[in-house]
């Protein structure tokens, strides 16, 4: 589910196949409205049993339609797929209101995961991935109020809100002992999915496609961006997927055909029954440049499809870390009062036919960006002072040790007079007082570094290798 993405409501988050595949993959039924024909008459009658017996019997008044749609909810959580999701009317009508009248949020796709909400991945350069929120933070608590029991898109409807505004988020992380509290300033979220550039290396020239999702548009904007690169007689093609949360299938499935050797598979889908589609590429021939993709664990779904493909039927490189491992295609089924359902229809699986979920794409290079990348943010609920020991120490001096001239020595969390020394060197350098102790105004001036590192090239190691491999 993307987290205020706006006009992007067919997505959601989950990567969906278009309308008339999906009525061509289910021989040419229904998709907007189940209308349920149940052949077994005793399991029906033994629901209405238990909802008549609970409204006859229970000691307090029951409203039935919460019974109903407790059913609802229950069948769908047997199902233990964290993609399959039940919306009342309400809950659907101001969902795809608040879609539809806004830009505004903070940038993230989320999904259910052992109950609880759970980010796959923030977008690039977007308030969550500024805030320092990552693929697998599991967010414990809302401004306040505790997730468990909450559906996915009721903690959603609470993420959003007006551009400026704050929304405090308590998260816990893999790894991390303690619980982080984040707070998110909502901000509008760019609807552009496509950005490219060239990189002049060695007297190559390297062209570079970052896709941020597979939008309605984005396989227009990548056909009209690589005809601009290929006119400037690239050498090299890089496509990054770093961070992207996926999209719509026929979007993937049209790129793939851009790029991807003629006649091979770009992906396979499978129904129910273990029935096979596969979509092939109909480019002309293949690419005389070579093509290499970057990967990282916040891409996922149809981003996940394009790095599969590239790597099986392209025989490319991959360069990054595993995906994040989403093989599933939703889609959203209305109910005849207007609630609805979002339910998994399809598995999709590589041009080889291997299932990735909750497996992932493995790099066929594998390169971890510096540690600072994967710094937790600071508590600045007291000063971290010489002598003290912690969690927070510690980040602060892989912060200090990855993007300042201000090496502390050491990233263990001891606070000792070389962390001191180096904190100094830091406040003098950025103008800050200097006190050799960080405060919540030096810990944040050392998190905004860190972000303007992270956002720029000078430090992305995964970036550098996949234009040595260009280059090579």
């Known amino acids: ?62 409203d039935e339609s919460k019974l109903v749609e407790g059913a609802i909810t229950g069948m769908l959580e ?73 559906s996915l898109y009721d903690a959603v409807l609470k993420i959003r809100g007006e551009k400026g505004s704050t929304v405090t988020l308590t998260i816990e992380r893999p790894g991390v002992n303690d619980p982080i509290d984040l707070d998110v300033v909502r901000d509008e979220i760019p609807i552009e999915t496509v950005y490219s550039e060239i990189i002049e290396e060695d007297g190559k020239s390297i062209g570079v496609i970052e896709l941020s999702s597979f939008a309605e548009k984005t396989a227009t904007e990548f056909e009209e961006q690589l005809k601009e690169l290929e006119d400037s007689n690239i ?29 091979e598979p770009i992906v396979q889908i499978e129904d129910q029954e273990g029935e096979r589609m596969r979509q092939l590429s109909n480019l002309d021939g293949k690419k005389e440049y070579p093509i290499v993709a970057l990967t990282d664990e916040g891409s996922a779904s149809a981003s996940e499809i394009l790095a599969g493909a590239l790597k099986e039927a392209g025989g490319y490189e991959v360069v990054g870390t595993n995906t994040f491992g989403k093989g599933t295609v939703q889609q959203t089924l209305r109910m005849v009062d207007g609630s609805e359902i979002k339910l998994t229809l399809f598995r999709w699986l590589t041009s080889d036919g291997n299932n990735i979920n909750e497996v992932g794409v ?53 606070f000792d007079e070389e962390t001191e020394e180096a904190v100094r060197g830091f ?36 970036l550098d290798r996949a234009i040595e491999v260009i280059v090579e």
């Not at 998709?31 to 307090?60: F, H, P, S, W």
């Not at 199902?79 to 399959?84: A, H, Q």
């Not at 500024?130 to 468990?148: C, F, Q, S, W």
């Not at 405060?439 to 905004?448: A, I, P, Y």
């Open 235 to 263: 050498d090299g093609l890089i496509i990054d997927v770093r961070g992207n949360p996926g999209g719509l299938l026929q979007v993937v499935e049209e790129i793939g055909s851009l790029i991807i050797p003629e006649g």
């Open 1 to 62: 589910m993307y987290v205020a993405m706006g006009p992007m409501n067919d997505d959601n988050g989950s990567m969906e196949m278009e309308q008339d595949e999906v009525a061509q993959l289910i021989n040419g039924g229904e998709t907007e409205e189940v209308l349920g024909n149940v052949d077994d008459d005793e399991e029906m009658a033994k629901i209405q049993q238990a909802i008549d017996m609970i409204t006859d019997k229970y000691v307090d008044e029951v």
């Open 78 to 150: 047997t199902l233990e797929d964290p993609y399959s999701v039940y919306m009342d009317e309400s809950t659907a009508e101001e969902f795809m209101n608040s879609l539809d009248s806004t830009f505004e949020g903070i940038g993230a796709e989320v999904s259910m995961t052992d109950g609880r909400v759970t980010i796959v991945a923030p977008f690039r350069d977007s308030p969550a991935e500024n805030a320092g929120l990552r693929p697998n933070d599991k967010i414990l608590v809302i401004d306040g109020e505790d997730t468990d029991g909450l």
């Open 362 to 414: 493995e790099p066929t290079i594998k390169v971890e960006q510096p540690d600072f990348y994967y710094a937790t943010p600071l508590d600045f609920e007291e000063p971290l002072t010489y002598d003290m020991s912690n969690e927070h120490i510690k980040n602060a001096q892989i912060m200090l040790a990855g993007i300042s001239e201000f090496d502390p020595g050491r990233t263990d969390g001891y």
């Open 427 to 462: 406040q003098e350098q950025e103008g800050l007082e200097v006190t050799g102790e960080i405060n919540e105004e030096t810990g944040t001036r050392l998190q905004e570094k860190v972000i303007e590192a992270i956002q720029g090239k000078e430090y992305d190691l995964q």
